[in-house]
């Protein structure tokens, strides 16, 4: 034990017992707290070369129904072991699954999501569009989505929060997974360096991917920095950085590869060994899994 010379004024002793007191907090606080989970833990195993990747349903199974419809989704969920949905705030604050910023292309609409409130963007009609037997769909709420994922004790979900999200606006996230129970079986990602440094302070254990057009020439350092377990980005990129693939399977982090629906593409990175693929094709991705990759 230290002993001091002489007895320390009180504001000294006073700076030293604070420092005491949140040292012991912050312990207790680190024991609390469950570990992030790891990309062994959401994936599974890290590929090797030449071994099936998982599927993961490109907002939903966009081959038998529109995306990002509950129709759409609920197929994928069935069938998969993930699904991947894109996530917007309408004006009053409702997280709805929704990819583009303007309506127009599934709506007809010239707004945003972001200018309607929830009760405007409900009325939109999002399955006409796609046929005549979708017509009535509407743009499904983050709680609906993640109720029915609930329901399916298999099935896990890869979130995008589109554009830029402050800690306040990804808590009513974080919020609704907690809420279904769903530690673990969420993956959130985003293209923004923004939106993921906000999940990183609301919500650390949350496990969480960095969406990406190009890796760059060290992709481990950047995967640290965010605390991500992964990186979604293009076969292409993949390609253009030697050893990138192998650098991070090595430090534990996976890499999975949009938006491919194509068999040549699904051959090119099978061949490099990426974990997981995003594609709009799912269905028949898993056939062609199941007769190149036999036993899968």
Known sequence: MTRFAHPPRRAVRVLLASVAVTATAAALLLAATPTTASAVDVFGALRMPG??????????????????????????????????TDVRLSRDGVPVLFHDTSLERVTGSRHSVD???????????????YGAEYAGERIPTLDEFLEALASRETARALVELKADWTPEEVRTVIDLVEQHGLRGR??????????????????PTTPRIMLIRELPAEPVALAERLGVIGFGTTAASVTAVPGALEALHEAGIAVLCYTLNTHESWQEVSALGVDGIITDQPSELDQWLATTAPGT
């Open 51 to 84: 071994t099936a990747a998982f599927i993961v349903g490109h907002r939903g199974d966009r081959a038998e129904a529109p995306e990002n419809t509950m129709a759409s989704l609920e197929r994928a969920m069935e069938a998969l072991d993930f699904v991947e």
């Open 115 to 129: 200018e309607l409130d929830f009760d405007e963007l409900r009325r939109l009609d999002v399955g006409a569009w």
């Open 186 to 203: 969420i993956v959130l990602q985003s293209f923004s360096l923004e939106t993921l440094f906000a999940v990183q302070q609301v919500s």
